[in-house]
């Protein structure tokens, strides 16, 4: 595989023109060169060639806030606390819920796009954007709603809600440019004070300040490309870089008229292999909402009983390549 020309689109979305998307896949080769120095196993596949052995390894983790796992004292109150606030979601996945007169679930959106992609639309489409916004968020949205003296604001007022249709992640480690520093960082092999390697994926993230280790994501990433680094290998991120739902399990769910509920699973924005945006939602011409479906025996009631459900995936594309990695010491002592 010759050295990429031009890095592709989130999903490798086709809405900007050829000219912005060159405008992006510059964006994206600063945020790699910002984090390549020090880091001679991170590879910008725009600066190197990948050959046909390099080996693609994804990376997939449950897209519910690990977190609230720890700190709810039941199942309700975690699926309350993270349906209430956006910024608990900080599994590189955010969603919003939508609901009925009587209270009832009817809708439930789910997104994984970077909000660095949607600064750009706004800074190089700005009528682009707005259409975007009227398509899946808000069809009353208006341009000033969104860009406030020249700058796009990504917690807009229709972007800012853990209700209705949200756009884009927006919590704050949510974002293109924390997994590209993660996964350069995850390159360099970590020993503790004793001088034995560090391995475990939780202790590596605390080691080398990788993100945060109560999250399941920033560990499982960091520990693939740190075992692949250990080897001598070079690591990166595969186009098109980004975040993506992986799937979705309806298993142990029931309907009213029996259905597969996995059926009322859309992809929105993305295709089949790269989903950046889907929702859940029973189609108007059926007698009952998503609220009548029941989640393993319980009411389906919250948004985040179908995080349980969902991955979210990351793949990293590894080189082989010579490299002799030395330890270096922990960033912050384990």
């Known amino acids: 595989m010759p050295v ?5 689109a989130p999903a490798g979305l086709t809405e900007l023109s050829a000219q912005d998307r060159t405008a992006w896949s510059n964006r994206v080769k600063a945020i790699y060169a910002e984090v390549a120095p020090g880091h001679p196993q991170f590879l ?31 199942e309700v109150q975690r699926w309350s606390s993270a349906d209430d606030k956006r910024r608990m979601q900080d599994e590189y ?37 707005l259409a975007l916004y009227r398509e899946f968020v808000a069809p009353d949205a208006k341009l000033d709603d969104l860009i406030v003296n020249g700058q796009y604001v990504s917690a807009n007022v229709h ?13 704050a ?22 001088g034995t390697i560090v391995l475990d994926p939780k ?12 999250r399941r994501s920033d560990p499982q990433i960091a520990s693939t ?30 309907t009213p008229d029996g259905s597969d509920a996995g059926d009322f699973w859309m992809i929105e924005r993305g295709d089949a292999a790269h989903v950046v945006r889907a929702r859940f939602e029973v ?20 948004g985040a009983q179908l995080a349980d459900r969902i991955k979210v995936r990351a793949t990293a594309l590894v080189k082989p390549a010579n490299h002799t990695p030395e330890p270096q010491p922990c960033k912050i002592p384990t």
């Open 93 to 129: 996945c955010e969603w919003s819920v939508e609901r009925d007169a009587t209270g009832k679930l009817t809708r439930v959106t789910f997104t994984t796009e970077v909000p660095e992609y949607w600064e750009h639309i706004a800074q190089h489409d700005p009528e682009l954007l």
């Open 173 to 194: 480690s949510n974002n293109l440019g924390a997994a590209v520093a993660l996964v350069a960082q995850a390159t360099i092999l970590r020993q503790r004070a004793d």
């Open 283 to 302: 189609p108007a011409d059926r007698p009952y909402v998503a609220g009548d479906i029941r989640d393993r025996g319980r009411p389906l009631a919250f």
């Open 4 to 8: 990429l020309s031009e890095f592709s």
């Open 225 to 254: 490309v740190n075992a692949a680094a250990a080897d001598g290998n070079e690591v990166t991120f595969a186009d098109p870089a980004g975040l993506y739902l992986d799937e979705f399990l309806s298993a142990g769910m029931e």
């Open 159 to 171: 972007n800012r809600l853990a209700t209705g249709r949200l756009a884009h992640l927006i919590q």
């Open 203 to 214: 202790e590596l993230v605390d080691c080398g300040g990788l993100g945060e280790s109560r």
């Open 44 to 74: 910008d596949p725009t600066k190197s060639d990948i050959p046909p052995n390099a080996a693609r390894a994804p990376v997939a983790w449950p897209a519910f806030p690990a977190q609230l796992l720890l700190e709810a004292t039941s």
